[in-house]
């Protein structure tokens, strides 16, 4: 209960606070996100990955991204065969499965739990899942509608991915920054993380649930909150890594669905009214779920 109160509770507190306030005054989300995506979130990048060391770790971290994503995929193809599922219920079950809320709900947590180091991979780790699912999610939510082009030219479009190519590049050329300028860019960073767990809270209050499917629900919550730590920690075994990145990765993996997935589903109409009950479900499940996991790790 002391993992609950000193570092879950405080997330949730914040996320209740938007969901509160979009509950009773309906503002337009899109407003909000558009200024996270454009500005607070490339400063925070920036920021952290200008100032990182980069080492065998980050590599570490990015394949893996890449064998974590792909485990799931393949236990979700597996799936759809045997339960017989549609293409589109497939899509909806892999969009609410293979994509964790990294972001705007694992970054904070991690910040509570790890501190500022942990929070630098973090971050890391929240571009690099931001990337795949922009590519990978809308491919899947598409499902051949819009295809690889579309996915492509999505992450194309997000300034996070810009503001890593000039962090990069002024870090490996040893460019220096202003001093003025990066402290204006850290003060925009900083405001980042605590307006995107507000934003979760609405996007929340948004969601409408009008039916629920229990045994697909059931499969994507265990998956999403149980199977993808488990894989995850079977991976930082396997994975030369520290022991704190380790943490991370195993915590970032246990996140519920990614409220994104919800605006792609919409989009294409992958099931979206499925897969907006797995995000509200496995976001209320994690309440007991991300607590037993620290737990376990400490």
Known sequence: MTIFFQVVLPVILVFLSGYI???????????????????LLPCLVFDTFYKAAFDQEYFMMVLFSII????????????AKVAGNSTSTESGLILSTAFMNAGNYG??????????????????FMVIQQIVMNFFGVYYAAKGAAGVRLAIATVLRMPPTYAVVVALIAKLTALPVPENIMSSITLVGDATIPTVMILLGMQLANIT?????WGK?????????VGSPLIAWGLTILLPMSDMMGSV???????????????????????PDLVSSITLITTL??????????NILQ
């Open 21 to 39: 306030l979009q509950s009773f005054i309906r503002l337009e989300i899109k407003s909000i996100s558009t200024v996270v995506l454009y500005i």
């Open 68 to 79: 974590l994503l792909f485990l799931i995929l393949l236990i979700n193809k597996i799936a």
């Open 107 to 124: 970054a904070p947590i991690v910040l509570f739990a790890f501190g500022e180091q942990g929070f630098i991979y973090s971050v890391s």
């Open 209 to 213: 649930v009008k039916q629920l499917e």
């Open 217 to 225: 629900i059931t499969y994507a919550a265990s998956l999403r909150l």
């Open 249 to 271: 990765l195993i915590v970032s993996a246990a996140m519920p669905s990614a409220a994104t997935t919800t605006m792609y589903a919409v989009q294409f109409d992958s099931k």
């Open 285 to 294: 499940l994690s309440v007991i779920t991300i607590p037993i996991v620290l």
